[in-house]
């Protein structure tokens, strides 16, 4: 199957087959893009770029355009955005990232992804999300009492298994707002800080040494990468009351 085949095989179409980066399904409202293979999937992969409109070679690239087209369909008829995965080495190297590059094969498969819009470009992230300690999406979480939270391993230093699913639950209850500092990352950075936070221990899992249940409401709370950062700053991992009292501190030092 090549690549026209598989779009079409889901019942979206394009202008024109051989310069189009994107593909439209209106029936079934959708929009289609490729994703290099190989870029690292827990950050958000670059889709479109606003210095793709011309080429290297001062050229209007017609697929620009039309992918403009479809990102607004997402953006502003709700679209939904799916992504599959292509393989493939850029034509003129010298050029960087506007010298266009030969697909040499695909992965036929689709992936739901949410849209990302920042300044001069779009990025896609995956639906659930695909960070070490950041769920993206929350709904359609189990309830349940306890997680089993993995046992501990040698692989040259001690590491532990993490349980996503804990970590979805846990936001789910808190949200991602710090519980230190209160920092919520969305309301500062907008789409681009949306759903990131990191989830905290608050008993060290190194401390425990052995596989136990851990309770995402009780053991996990969600904390900004800085207070993450101090609460483990210390040999003995500080608690998040010491914490909060300690930034209390200092801020009411800092309005003297």
Partial sequence: MNRKQFIQSHGASCKNWTWSW???????????????????????????????????KGIKQPGYSQAVEHIRLVE????????????????????????????????????NVRLVALPRAWYVAAEVGMYDTIPEVLEGVEEQEVFPEGAKTTVLVNAYERNREARNRCLKHYGCRCRVCDMHFGERYGELGANYIHVHHIVSISKIGKEYKVDPINDLIPVCPNCHAMLHRTSDTLSVDALREILAVQQSNSHK
């Fill in 22 to 56: 994107s593909f439209v399904n209106h029936d079934d409202r959708f929009v289609i893009f490729g994703v290099w293979e190989g870029e690292d999937t827990s950050k958000f992969r670059l889709v479109l770029h606003n210095d793709w409109e011309i080429s290297a």
């Fill in 76 to 111: 502003d008829e709700g679209y939904a955005l799916r992504t599959f995965s292509m393989r493939g080495v850029k034509r003129f190297p010298e050029q960087g990232d506007l010298s266009p590059s030969a697909i040499e094969d695909f992965t036929p498969e689709l992936e």
